[in-house]
């Protein structure tokens, strides 16, 4: 082997002890690296967040808030902690948001309003909506068991008067789906015997648009008022009866969001149209189940100059199938096969 050859295989030698030298070296400080700890920050007490997002107008829930643990120094003195006495979640049912609270953000004492504060009704109203009070009783309250944020069907009871037998007795579903926004209820939390004390309340308050509100105060009059409390269920087959009927239109260009909040407005609307009704006949046997003829003939007033009576434009209704026979201006109903 000449001296040539040899310095080449020496010097390709240390070209490889160098770089596997460089080579361990690099893969060894990367190995030693070492990652730096991230700040430990103190939690500080539990707050009370919303565990979903809660728009103007929400009334609060059992379902609405939660305790969560919040940085200490991130705490700042209008959060409900559960330290403090007075941030019971439950004492904070049936108030209703003032502003609107995301999901996950902390409630502020300031963002909620009582049925005893002032503002209270303006903030739950949703825009053109109008509030109207019901008085009921505890057997047409269902019991005291109807509390803000439920949603209630009203239910008109009257009877008919008339000159052929008996009154006609009927109930009649005016209004579905209304919101209550408050009661005059009161919860204790313990009686004597140590057990909660529901007490029933006299009044409730319902949102409604002003031509349901027009609606309700004939109907205070006619006859007396029933509440009839709504399954949640219900709102969504309400909604799907109005999607099957071309009631609900969503734009194509509609984002999902968009579409959903459309969809919740109407399942949440006040619904006063295709009433149902049922009368005494459907209930027994002994009650009628036609409106009783009355007698709506009038009198020369009102009749012109020729001293005639004039037609009654009222319908004169009887207890079964009839015929109308009209001579002039003198409308007689004939009865057919009524039993």
Known sequence: MNAKKLMLLVGALVIAVVAAVMAKNMFAGAGAQQANAAPVIPVGPKVLIAKKPLPVGTIIEPDSLVFQPWPKEMIQGTYYTEEEEDADP???YGTVVRTAIAAGQPITRGSLVGPNDRGFLAAALGPG???ITVPVSATSGVAGFVFPGDRVDLVLTQQVEGEDGPPLKTSETIVRNLRVLATDQRIDEKNEDGEIEVKTFSTVTVEVTPKIAEKIAVAQSIGDLSLSLRSIADNTAELERAVAAGEVVVPEDATPGEERKLLLAVANRPIDTNPTYTVGGQVSRFQRSSIPSQNRGGGNTGGGGNGKPAASSAPVYAS??????ARGNN?????VGAR
């Open 90 to 92: 439950a004492a904070l």
């Open 129 to 131: 909506m109008r509030a």
């Open 320 to 325: 079964g199938p009839v015929v109308r026979v």
């Open 331 to 335: 409308v007689t109903v004939v009865p």
